[in-house]
């Protein structure tokens, strides 16, 4: 769906294997930005490009126009249909120096970051050509540039991409939704970046990863549901250990997503990692 005068959205679906037979629904969001040439910020799973260049095809351009990949961070969600996206098109790929390895070895990612359906979800490794630093301007042609903004804690790469034409804040996972499941590895500076973030100037609609766009009046509160969500599972972790056995990690994990409203077959990895970092601020109540 067409978002601003310039960009473009695509709600690429997904399965995350949790459990042995157990797969949970997802879905992310990729971005086109039109100019001259084809921006993609992001690449969904491994076979997304086929969506993907559908789409560009049916909106009168050509899918060889995409002349850079940039990703907001490294996740299999975003990285996947990177490597045949780049075949086909030969186009730059774009991220933060700590995202890269990561992108650039996915069998590291895999052992360091384990996700049990990983290698279906990720097509394999791609070269990054420009490394993305804080502060910096990534230029798209004709005076167009994307503003980076390096705002880590769902990941140490993690950046978000201002298109100050159209007013549009690409923020890929930085901003959590409200209500869904704790994915980060440091929840301090996640909350930190969630107020980097509100300090950027001239945003009339803000492009989250696992959300519909939100416009307008709509920015902020957007941001602040995802600071007190930060507080509300921390609140969660610090009544589950009072008086337990703050060191038996998965069983923690297990009370925390039940309490939160979520089942046991939820549980992976990279949520019982979200847990643990609160678990090392257990002697703060609050987080901001």
């Known amino acids: 769906m067409q978002v601003t005068d310039h960009i473009h959205a695509l709600k690429i679906t997904f399965k995350?294997?949790?459990?042995?037979?157990?797969?949970?629904?997802?879905?992310?969001?990729?971005?086109?930005?039109?100019?001259?040439?084809?921006?993609?910020?992001?690449s969904g799973v491994a076979g997304s490009e086929a969506m993907i260049f559908d789409y560009i095809t049916k909106t009168g351009r050509d899918p060889r126009e995409i002349s850079r990949l940039v990703f907001t961070h490294s996740h299999p969600d975003h990285i996947g249909g990177s490597l045949a996206i780049k075949k086909q098109t030969a186009c730059q790929t774009a991220a933060h120096p700590d995202a890269c390895p990561w992108i650039e070895?996915?069998?590291?990612?895999?052992?360091?970051?384990?996700?049990?359906?990983?290698?279906?979800?990720?097509?394999?490794?791609?070269?990054?050509?420009?490394?993305?630093?804080?502060?910096?301007?990534?230029d798209?042609?004709?005076?167009?540039?994307?503003?980076?903004?390096?705002?880590?804690?769902?990941?140490?790469?993690?950046?978000?991409?201002?298109?100050?034409?159209?007013?549009?804040?690409?923020?890929?996972?930085?901003?959590?939704?409200?209500?869904?499941?704790?994915?980060?590895?440091?929840?301090?500076?996640?909350?930190?970046?969630?107020?980097?973030?509100?300090?950027i100037e001239?945003?009339?609609?803000?492009?989250?990863?696992?959300?519909?766009?939100q416009y307008g009046a709509r920015v902020e509160p957007f941001i602040e549901e995802g600071l007190h969500w930060f507080q509300q599972i921390h609140d969660t972790v610090l009544a589950v250990t009072a008086g337990a056995d703050a060191s038996a990690l998965r069983e923690v994990s297990?009370?925390?997503?039940?309490?939160?409203?979520?089942?046991?077959?939820?549980?992976i990895p990279i949520?019982?990692?979200?847990?643990?970092?609160?678990?090392?601020?257990?002697?703060?109540?609050?987080?901001f």
């Open 271 to 287: 949520i019982i990692r979200s847990v643990e970092a609160h678990l090392k601020l257990i002697d703060r109540q609050n987080l």
């Open 105 to 138: 070895d996915v069998d590291r990612q895999y052992t360091e970051r384990p996700i049990a359906n990983f290698h279906e979800l990720v097509a394999g490794p791609v070269k990054i050509d420009i490394g993305l630093k804080d502060g910096d301007r990534l």
């Open 202 to 213: 001239g945003v009339d609609v803000l492009m989250a990863s696992w959300d519909a766009p």
């Open 140 to 199: 798209l042609g004709h005076g167009t540039v994307l503003e980076v903004t390096h705002t880590p804690g769902h990941s140490k790469g993690s950046i978000c991409l201002l298109f100050r034409e159209d007013g549009a804040l690409i923020t890929g996972d930085a901003v959590p939704k409200a209500g869904t499941v704790p994915i980060y590895e440091d929840v301090l500076a996640s909350i930190q970046s969630l107020h980097t973030i509100k300090k």
């Open 254 to 267: 297990v009370r925390v997503l039940k309490r939160l409203g979520f089942p046991e077959s939820a549980l």
């Open 16 to 42: 995350l294997l949790v459990s042995p037979g157990k797969m949970l629904d997802r879905f992310v969001y990729a971005y086109l930005i039109y100019g001259d040439q084809i921006c993609l910020v992001d």
